[in-house]
Structure formats: structure tokens, C-alpha cells
């Protein structure tokens, strides 16, 4: 099955720093790779996404670029806040409809973001 | 985006009773939904598919009979946690899809489970 891994597990920035993760994936099946953020007790909520026919992707401040061939995606958050403090997951899901698409996550990285 | 709907979103039991939680999908059908369980400062771990009208599919390690799971509608699925022991207590979250497409998946507002 697929494994996704994430680095670094935690992580500090100043406030208006760029903070960025890496993630790997084994699955040369998957194709499609959320990003989630989760505060503590809430649900992960989808920060941006991306397909494995689309190199880079950007939503204002949130980016992701994604290395098919090297199976690693690097969600980054430009500009950071103190409300970007969180866990964020890496996930990934292959493009099979008999796996029902289920996303595998990483194990998170603590962001935390100092005014 | 699409509406997933958890219920309830705390429960207090004790060792030994059953636990029941709802899924719902409030504006779209939802042929698959998934659940998770998250343990403090870790990761969601998947723990079964489940399918409208058949089985739910478990992952490896998780005991089918403690953990029964129904999605008997196409907008309900509903993870019952039987004899519930403290090692159970958890965060619990369902997700959806709309279709069957690889696409974004919505997720609950999660259940906090403890058992005493």
C-alpha cells in the first residue's frame, strides 16, 4: 500500500518567513496529493491539492510543487502568520477506483509561527 | 464544498458499553466514507471503508467485530465501537466523496471518544 512521509516533523519560523515541508510518496500509482491543516480537536481542513498532470499549484500565499518522477510534493506557506500555527498533513491516493481512493496521510508537522 | 456532519462530537462512556456515531453527508450522496481514528499528537490512521449496500472494508490490525460499521443509505454511515475499553478512547472523524472520482474528500467534525 501507499506510504506517505513527512519532514520536518516540527517546525518554527518567524512571522512573515516562508515555511516549507516535503513529502514523499511510494505509490507511483497515486495522482492526486491534499495538503490539510488541523488545529487541535478540529477537523483537517484541505489548504490546497494537487494532481499528478500539474507540476506546481498556488493559492495566494499556499503553493505546492510536485515531482512525479521523484515522488515528493513540497507544500509551502509564503509570508507566515500566527494563525498559520497547526498541524499540516501531507496525504496522497491512488488513482484507483478499486482502492476506493483512499487518502493516506503523513505523519504531520507541527508549524509554528512566532510573532 | 460539500457538508459531512459528525455526531455526537464528545461522548463519555463506560468500559465495556457500546458507543454509536453518525456520518452524514447533508448535501450530496456519498457512495464511500472513511474512518479515521487519531491518537494525541499523531496522525489520522484510515481504519475501514465503508461502501453504501456491502461490507465495509477493514484495514490490517483492526478487529472488524469491536469496530461495526454500517452505511445502510447513501448519505448515513455510522461506526459502532462495541464493548468499548480506555484503550478505545480516541478522536474519531468520517470523510466523503462525492463520486467516485479521485477528488477532495470532506471530512466530520470528529468524535471525541473516552472511555472510563
Known amino acids: 500500500g501507499e506510504n506517505v512521509e513527512q519532514h520536518p516533523s516540527t517546525l518554527s519560523v518567524q512571522e512573515g518567513d516562508s515555511a516549507v515541508i516535503k513529502c514523499t510518496y511510494s505509490d507511483s500509482a497515486s495522482n492526486y496529493f491534499p495538503w490539510y491543516k488541523q488545529e487541535l480537536g478540529k477537523r483537517p481542513q484541505l489548504i490546497i491539492d494537487i494532481r499528478s498532470n500539474v507540476g506546481e499549484k498556488k493559492d495566494q500565499r499556499i503553493a505546492v510543487t510536485l515531482n512525479k518522477t521523484a515522488k515528493h510534493f513540497s507544500p509551502h506557506i509564503t509570508e507566515t502568520q500566527p494563525e498559520d500555527s497547526a498541524v499540516y498533513f501531507c496525504a496522497a491516493t491512488p488513482n484507483s477506483g478499486g482502492s476506493n481512493y483512499k487518502l493516506t496521510f503523513g505523519k504531520g508537522t507541527l508549524l509554528t509561527v512566532n510573532p | 464544498g460539500a457538508v459531512v456532519s459528525q455526531h455526537p462530537s464528545r461522548v463519555i462512556c463506560k468500559s465495556g458499553t457500546s458507543v454509536k456515531i453518525e456520518c452524514r453527508s447533508l448535501?450530496?450522496?456519498?457512495?464511500?466514507m472513511f474512518w479515521y481514528r487519531q491518537f494525541p499528537k499523531q496522525s489520522l490512521m484510515l481504519m475501514a471503508t465503508?461502501?453504501?449496500?456491502?461490507?465495509?472494508?477493514?484495514e490490517q490490525g483492526v478487529e472488524k467485530d469491536k469496530f461495526l460499521i454500517n452505511h445502510a443509505s447513501l448519505t448515513l454511515s455510522t461506526l459502532t465501537v462495541t464493548s468499548a475499553h480506555p484503550e478505545d478512547s480516541s478522536f474519531y472523524i468520517c470523510?466523503?466523496?462525492?463520486?467516485?472520482?479521485?477528488?477532495?474528500?470532506?471530512f466530520g467534525q470528529g468524535t471525541r471518544l473516552t472511555v472510563v
Open positions: 448535501d450530496f450522496q456519498a457512495t464511500t
Open positions: 465503508s461502501n453504501e449496500g456491502s461490507k465495509a472494508t477493514y
Open positions: 470523510s466523503a466523496r462525492e463520486s467516485h472520482l479521485n477528488t477532495e474528500a470532506f
